[in-house]
C-alpha cells in the first residue's frame, strides 16, 4: 500500500516528536511536511530539536534532513499538498488559542483536514470531540460541519483532554452494558510531559506536588458530556451526565496520568465482577476494524493491589491501552476505582493517529 503522506504542526514539540516517533514505522502515514513556529522555521528538523529530544536517535533518522516550514503560513502546506507531501495535517501546536482556532481553519480551508490535539476547536459545535472507542460516530458531523463552512476536502476533528482518556472508555464501557453513571468525583495525579517541554520548573515538580494545572478541572469536567454526547442536526449536542467534580495535580512523573475516580450509577447497579468482565470483554469500531494503533483491548483490569502504576503500566499495548485497578465498592458513591494511561500517546500523538486511522477507514480522509 502506498503510505498516505501527512504534515505535522507543531512537530518540535514533545507531542509533536511523539507523532514523529510512532509515524517513523506507520503502515498507513508516512512524514512528509513538518512545521513549528517562525523560531524552528528554516531549519532542519534535526538541528530544531537539537538538545531538546525525547526520543532515542533512531527514532529521528528519516526526518532529520525535513526542512522546518512556519505552521503559520499555510501557503507552504497548501504548496506540500500540491506536490503530494501533505494530504492531511496533525495539529500539535502550543500557542493561543485563537490563533489555533483560525489557523486550523486556515488549513481546513485550503482542503487540508486537521487533526487536532489542541483545544481550541473542542467546543465549536460542529467539530468531533473524538476518543475512537467512546464515540466513534461524532465523525459523521464532518459532512454537516463542511457543509456549514463551504469546505469541500478539509475538516476539523479534535481529541479531548488527555487527562480523562483513561476513565472515559470505562465509562463508555459501562455505559454500552445498560448502567447509567450519574456522579463522578475524580483526582487525577498528572505526569510533567503533560505541560509541554520544557513545562514546570524542576525546582518546583522535584520533591513536590502541584495541586494545580491551569484550565485542567474545566476541561475535565464538560469535555466528558460533549463525547458522551449525540450528533443532533448541526451540531454535537452534549450529554447532561454524569455530572463531574474534578481536582488535577502536577506530580513528579515523567509520563503517564492516574486519575482515582468513585462513580454513581442510576437505579441499575453492577457487582464488582460484571464490572471487571464488561471492562475485561470491552472491545469498539477500531478493534473490529483492526486498526494500526488500536490496542487489542482497549482496557486492562488489573488484580494486584498496587496496579496500575506509571512506571510500569503507561506502555500496555503500544501505550494505547489504558490500565484499571483497585477496583471496589465506594463508601459514598458506587464503585471506585484508578485508572491510567499514557498522556503523550493515548492521550495525545498515538489518540491522534487513531483517529485519523478511524476517519480513513471511514472515508473521511
Ligand atoms: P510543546 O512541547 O510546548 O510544543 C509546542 C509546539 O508548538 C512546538 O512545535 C512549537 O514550535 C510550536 N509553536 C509554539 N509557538 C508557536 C507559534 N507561535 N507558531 C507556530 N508554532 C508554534 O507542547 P506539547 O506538550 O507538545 O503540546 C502541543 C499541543 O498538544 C498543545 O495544544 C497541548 O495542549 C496539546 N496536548 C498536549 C499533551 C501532552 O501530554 N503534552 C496531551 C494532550 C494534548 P517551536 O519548537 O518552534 O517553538
Known amino acids: 500500500m502506498t503510505k498516505i503522506p501527512v504534515g505535522v504542526l507543531g512537530a518540535t514539540g514533545i507531542v509533536g516528536q511523539q507523532y514523529i516517533a510512532l509515524l517513523a514505522d506507520h503502515p498507513w502515514f508516512e512524514v512528509r511536511y513538518a512545521a513549528a513556529s517562525p ?22 533518522t528519516n526526518i532529520g534532513d525535513l526542512v522546518v516550514r512556519d505552521a503559520n503560513d499555510v501557503s507552504q502546506a497548501i504548496a506540500a499538498a500540491k506536490a503530494g507531501d501533505c494530504a492531511f495535517v496533525f495539529s500539535a501546536l502550543d500557542m493561543g488559542k485563537d490563533e489555533i482556532r483560525s489557523l486550523e481553519e486556515a488549513y481546513a480551508a485550503a482542503g487540508i483536514p486537521v487533526v487536532s490535539n489542541a483545544s481550541a476547536h473542542r467546543w465549536t459545535a460542529d467539530v468531533p470531540m473524538l476518543i475512537a472507542e467512546v464515540n466513534p460516530d461524532h465523525a459523521d458531523i464532518i459532512p454537516i460541519q463542511r457543509k456549514n463552512r463551504g469546505w469541500d476536502k478539509g475538516f476539523i476533528a479534535v481529541k479531548p483532554n488527555c ?9 463508555r464501557a459501562l455505559l454500552n452494558a445498560g448502567y447509567e453513571v450519574t456522579r463522578l468525583m475524580v483526582t487525577t495525579l498528572q505526569a510533567v510531559s503533560g505541560a509541554g517541554y520544557p513545562g514546570v520548573p524542576s525546582l518546583d515538580i522535584i520533591d513536590n506536588i502541584v495541586p494545580y494545572i491551569g484550565g485542567e478541572e474545566e476541561k475535565s469536567e464538560r469535555e466528558p458530556l460533549k463525547i458522551l454526547g ?8 452534549s450529554a447532561s451526565l454524569p455530572r ?5 495535580n502536577r506530580t513528579p512523573v515523567t509520563d503517564g496520568h492516574i486519575a482515582c475516580i468513585s462513580l454513581e450509577f442510576g437505579a441499575k447497579k453492577p457487582s464488582i465482577e460484571e464490572v471487571k468482565g464488561i471492562w475485561t470483554a470491552f472491545t469498539a469500531l477500531p478493534q473490529e476494524l483492526d486498526l494500526p494503533m488500536a490496542p487489542k483491548r482497549p482496557i486492562i483490569v488489573r488484580e494486584e493491589a498496587d ?11 503500544k501505550a494505547m491501552a489504558v490500565s484499571v485497578g483497585r477496583i471496589r465498592p465506594c463508601n459514598v458513591f458506587d464503585l471506585r476505582f484508578v485508572g491510567l494511561s499514557h498522556n503523550t500517546v493515548r492521550g495525545a500523538a498515538g489518540g491522534g493517529i487513531l483517529n485519523a486511522e478511524l476517519l480513513k477507514a471511514k472515508g473521511y480522509l
Open 307 to 317: 496496579r496500575p502504576q506509571p512506571r510500569k503500566d503507561r506502555d500496555a499495548d
Open 244 to 248: 463531574i467534580s474534578a481536582f488535577c
Open 163 to 171: 487527562s480523562i482518556q483513561s476513565y472515559m472508555t470505562p465509562i
Open 39 to 60: 523560531r524552528s522555521a528554516g531549519k532542519k528538523y534535526a538541528e530544531a530539536t537539537a538538545g531538546r529530544r525525547h526520543f532515542a536517535d533512531h527514532v529521528y
Open 230 to 237: 449525540e450528533v443532533k442536526g448541526n451540531a454535537i449536542e
